[in-house]
T-cell receptor, first 110, second 114 residues
Framework: RKEVEQDPGPFNVPEGATVAFNCTYS??????FFWYRQDCRKEPKLLMS???SGNEDGRFTAQLNRASQYISLLIRDSKLSDSATYLC???????????FGTGTRLQVFP | DVKVTQSSRYLVKRTGEKVFLECVQD?????MFWYRQDPGLGLRLIYF???????EKGDIPEGYSVSREKKERFSLILESASTNQTSMYLC?????????????FGSGTQLSVL
């Protein structure tokens, strides 16, 4: 079983739609969680950290469910510019490494 | 603005050649990393370094070595390039922050080994 798993997609949604991605992780000792965004042929960039209480940044909401070992990313009012691959990243403190998921591709169409 | 610079955007090398990938960061970060990214496999950690002259193996170090002679520079070396090392190579840096480490990536080097 992969340490971090994501649905590869693609998720094809119209502008203005709400879309959500989940990411599951296998190590219950995982301590911190992130969503990175990667545009086509570009480097990954930090989108947001995921806090235990959940957090929101404009149209983006991230949540953590420790009991079920998954994190989620919700995007409201999708824009064409949201089209990208979204990478789930997990840090397990006792290994001091970041583990990347393979990413979920989002395509927003007009 | 935070900057991680990789020396080449595209590289084409022949099997058996020695290849150097250079990475420089201007943020005075202690931690530096080399990843490769392949379709369906995501980012995989090759080597990392938490200090000058220090290096640690990541998940897939075979066929690679690294050098960190200065804090701002972290080099990845392919001693004898092979076709299965054709990949996108991404350098990253971060400042230690316990479990909340955030990575800043360079724009990547697409290496093709023929």
């Amino acid at each position: 079983r992969k340490e971090v798993e994501q649905d590869p997609g693609p998720f094809n949604v119209p502008e203005g739609a709400t879309v959500a991605f989940n990411c599951t992780y296998s190590n219950s000792a995982s301590q911190s969680f992130f969503w990175y965004r990667q545009d086509c042929r570009k480097e990954p960039k930090l989108l947001m950290s995921v806090y235990s209480s959940g957090n929101e940044d404009g149209r983006f909401t991230a949540q953590l469910n420790r009991a079920s070992q998954y994190i989620s990313l919700l995007i409201r009012d999708s824009k064409l510019s949201d089209s990208a691959t979204y990478l789930c990243v997990v840090n397990t403190y006792n290994t001091d490494k970041l583990i990347f998921g393979t990413g979920t591709r989002l395509q927003v169409f007009p | 603005d935070v900057k991680v610079t990789q020396s080449s955007r595209y590289l084409v090398k022949r099997t058996g050649e020695k290849v150097f990938l250079e990475c420089v960061q201007d943020m005075d970060h202690e931690n530096m990393f080399w990843y490769r990214q392949d379709p369906g496999l995501g980012l995989r950690l090759i080597y990392f370094s938490y200090d000058v002259k220090m290096k640690e193996k990541g998940d897939i170090p075979e066929g690679y070595s690294v050098s960190r002679e200065k804090k701002e520079r972290f080099s990845l070396i392919l001693e004898s390039a092979s076709t299965n090392q054709t990949s996108m190579y991404l350098c990253a840096s971060s400042s230690p922050d316990g479990a909340n480490e955030k990575l800043f990536f360079g724009s990547g080097t697409q290496l093709s080994v023929l």
